[in-house]
Structure formats: structure tokens, C-alpha cells
């Protein structure tokens, strides 16, 4: 397993941390999301590496940025 931690702009509710937890864990080989809202910070465990364009395309389709990867 896998762990990457991300850092996403623009995220200012539960519901956002929820949107940005879903894009996220439909990435293939993603097994558990962590969004902690109040740091921006997400943490992914999965199956294998993933790169931060993956991880851009599947949060910034959502309008939220990915400001460090």
C-alpha cells in the first residue's frame, strides 16, 4: 500500500471535503480517502504510485486546486 498526501485549495465545507474524497477514491487503485478540511490536507492510500497530473485531473474537474503533490 501506497500512502501520497496532497494538499487541495478551495474546499470550505463537509461537502466539499466529501466531493473532492469521492473524485479522489474513483482514481484506479485507490482504496481510503482522508480529507481533514481544515488543512486542505488529503491523504490517499492505494494500490500502487499515482502521479499528481491523475490526482490534478480527478480534483480540478471539481473546481478545487491541488496546490502541493
Same mark, same amino acid.
Given at each position: 500500500?501506497?500512502?501520497?498526501?496532497?494538499?487541495?485549495?478551495?474546499?470550505?465545507?463537509s461537502?466539499?471535503?466529501?466531493?473532492?474524497? +469521492?473524485?479522489?477514491?474513483?482514481?484506479?487503485?485507490?482504496?481510503?480517502?482522508?480529507?481533514?478540511?481544515?488543512s486542505? +490536507?488529503?491523504?490517499?492510500?492505494?494500490? +500502487?504510485?499515482?502521479?499528481?497530473?491523475?490526482?490534478? +485531473?480527478?480534483?480540478?474537474?471539481?473546481?478545487?486546486?491541488?496546490?502541493?503533490?
Amino acid at each position: 500500500m501506497v500512502e501520497k498526501v496532497v494538499k487541495v485549495d478551495g474546499m470550505t465545507c463537509s461537502h466539499c471535503a466529501e466531493t473532492v474524497k +469521492r473524485a479522489i477514491s474513483n482514481i484506479e487503485g485507490v482504496k481510503h480517502v482522508k480529507v481533514d478540511l481544515e488543512s486542505g +490536507r488529503v491523504t490517499i492510500h492505494a494500490e +500502487r504510485e499515482l502521479s499528481c497530473d491523475e490526482i490534478k +485531473r480527478a480534483v480540478e474537474e471539481w473546481d478545487y486546486k491541488v496546490v502541493d503533490c
